[in-house]
C-alpha cells in the first residue's frame, strides 16, 4: 500500500472527476490546501454551482408573473414536481409514474406506513433494524399506537449477532420466515446510517414478499449512492430525502416511490389531498378525489416550488453521469480510503465497522473509536480541514462523494485520522 500524498494526487491524474468542478467547495479554515475535505455528504452534500440560478429562475416567474406563474412561463409550477420524475426514477430504479417528490422523509413514511401497515389481530408486527434510524423507530412504534397495538409487542428489531456489527442477510431472511405469519411491513434501510452496511434489498424483498409482508425501504442513506431497482425489485415502497447523496440542500423534499402494482389499486388505504388529484380534474373543486394511476396520489398540498428547483439541479447532474459510473468511482474513492484505513487499524486504535465486500457497502465508511467522537470530529475540522462527522457512542463516518470527492481528499481524511490517533502523519 502507497501511503504518500504524491500518490494521492497521482491517482486524481489518473482518474480525474468529471463533475467535481460543478460544485462548490468548502473554504479551508487552515493549512496549506484550498478548501475543505469534506466526508459528510452522506448528511448533506455540497451545494451545486448551478442550484442558486434554478431557485432564481423560480424567484423571477413569481415576481414577473405572480399567480400566472402556475400556468404560464417556460416551467409552469402547476407540474414542476413532475419535471423531476424522469431523472429520479432512473437514481432509483423506477418507471416514472412510481415516483414522486413531496414533503420530507419522515413524513413520507408516515404516509407510506398509512397504505402500506395494515395490521390484522394475527399479523400486526412491523420489522426494522434495531439500530434503525431514531425517526425511523418513533415513526414505526407511533403507528402501532395509532391502530390500537402495544409498540413494545408489535415492533419486531433485528439484531447483528453477538460480536458482530452488522445484519447477516441470511439472519434477516430466516425471521422473515419464521416470524412471517404475524409481520405486517417490514421497513429497513437501504444502507444504514451508522455502520454504512448496504443490505441485499433484491433479496430481502423477495423473502418479505414471499411471506405476505409489505416489504418498505428506507433509503435515506442509498438514493443516489449505490444503483437501485426498486421496480424489478418488486418492493412495495420507498421514502429518501434528497439533501444527503442527492445534494439537494437542507430539509429539502423528499420522495416516495410506490410500487406499480399497488398504482390502480381502488381499494387502497390512503392519506390524501388535493394535489393528489388528477390535473385534468383538480380544479373541478369536487368533494371526491379522481386520482391517477401514479405515485402522485399520494401527494396531499400544493408544491413547495422553491424548494423542488435545487432537486432539477441536482439531477441534472446525475443524468450526465449515471448511475453505473457513479457507483464504479464511488468503489475507487472508498476502497482507496479503506485501504489507508486498514494500514492505520494496523498501528492505530480504531476498528471498520463498515462491511468489506463492495457489493455490502456504498461510499460511506464507519470507524469505531473508542473516543469522545464528537470532539474527534471537532478536531480534525478544526485541526486538518478535514468535515467528517460523528454519531453516537463511538462512530466516526466519512463518505468520499464520487461526484466531487477526490483521491487527495481521502488522503487528507485518513490522515487527519492519524495525526490525531498517533500524532503522525499517515505518509
Ligand atoms: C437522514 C435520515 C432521516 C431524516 O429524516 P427527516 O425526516 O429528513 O429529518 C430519517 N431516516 C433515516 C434512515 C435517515 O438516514
Redesign the pocket.
Known amino acids: 500500500m502507497n501511503l504518500s500524498e504524491q500518490y494521492a494526487y497521482d491517482l486524481d491524474a489518473a482518474h480525474p472527476s468529471a463533475t467535481r468542478s460543478q460544485f462548490i467547495q468548502l473554504p479551508a479554515n487552515r493549512g496549506s490546501y484550498p478548501h475543505q475535505a469534506y466526508f459528510a455528504g452522506n ?1 448533506l452534500g455540497l451545494q451545486p454551482i448551478t442550484t442558486a440560478a434554478a431557485i432564481t429562475d423560480v424567484l423571477e416567474s413569481w415576481s414577473q408573473r405572480g399567480v400566472h406563474g402556475h400556468f404560464t412561463g417556460g416551467d409552469p409550477w402547476l407540474h414542476y414536481h413532475q419535471y423531476v420524475n424522469e431523472a429520479l426514477s432512473r437514481v432509483v430504479g423506477a418507471l416514472p409514474q412510481e415516483v414522486s417528490v413531496m414533503n ?4 413520507n ?1 408516515h404516509l407510506m406506513l398509512a397504505s402500506f401497515y395494515r395490521p390484522t389481530a394475527e399479523r400486526h408486527q412491523i420489522l426494522i433494524e434495531d439500530y ?2 431514531p ?2 423507530s418513533y415513526a414505526v412504534r407511533s403507528h402501532a399506537r395509532l391502530r390500537g397495538y402495544d409498540p413494545d409487542d408489535a415492533i419486531l428489531r433485528l439484531r447483528p449477532r453477538a460480536g458482530e456489527d452488522v445484519l447477516r442477510t441470511e439472519d434477516v431472511i430466516s425471521v422473515i420466515e419464521q416470524q412471517g405469519p404475524r409481520i405486517a411491513t417490514l421497513m429497513l ?1 437501504g444502507i444504514n ?1 451508522l455502520t454504512g452496511e448496504l443490505m441485499d434489498i433484491a433479496a430481502i424483498t423477495a423473502a418479505g414478499r414471499k411471506a405476505g409482508i409489505f416489504v418498505g425501504w ?1 433509503l ?2 442509498a438514493a443516489g449512492n449505490v444503483p437501485l431497482a426498486l421496480h424489478d425489485w418488486g418492493v412495495d415502497f420507498a421514502a429518501w ?1 434528497n ?2 447523496y442527492l445534494n439537494s440542500g437542507p ?1 429539502a423534499v ?1 420522495a416516495a416511490f410506490v410500487h406499480e402494482r399497488h398504482l390502480a389499486d381502488p381499494d387502497i388505504q390512503r392519506l390524501e389531498g388535493w394535489y393528489g388529484n388528477r390535473l385534468e380534474t383538480r380544479f373541478d373543486m369536487a368533494p371526491i378525489i379522481d386520482t391517477p394511476p401514479t405515485a402522485e396520489a399520494w401527494v396531499l398540498s400544493t408544491s413547495p416550488i422553491l424548494a423542488i428547483a435545487p432537486i432539477r439541479a441536482s439531477l441534472e447532474i446525475f443524468d450526465s453521469v449515471g448511475m453505473p459510473a457513479l457507483r464504479k468511482r464511488s468503489l475507487q474513492l472508498s476502497d482507496y480510503l479503506l485501504s489507508l484505513l486498514d494500514d492505520l487499524a494496523t498501528r492505530a486504535p480504531l476498528a471498520i465497522v463498515t462491511p468489506r465486500e463492495a457489493a455490502r457497502r456504498g461510499s460511506q465508511i464507519s470507524i469505531r473509536i473508542d473516543t469522545d467522537v464528537a470532539q474527534f470530529a471537532r478536531r480534525m475540522d478544526e485541526n486538518w480541514g478535514v468535515i467528517p462527522d460523528d454519531r453516537k457512542p463511538n462512530i466516526i463516518r466519512m463518505a468520499p462523494i464520487p461526484l466531487y470527492t477526490s483521491f487527495h481528499d481521502c488522503w487528507r481524511g485518513a490522515d487527519a485520522v492519524s495525526r490525531e490517533l498517533l500524532g503522525l502523519s499517515i505518509g
Request: hydrophobic share 35%.
Open positions: 448528511s420530507t422523509l419522515t413524513v413514511l434503525a434510524f425517526s425511523d434501510s446510517y428506507d435515506a442513506h430525502c439533501y444527503k430539509g423528499a
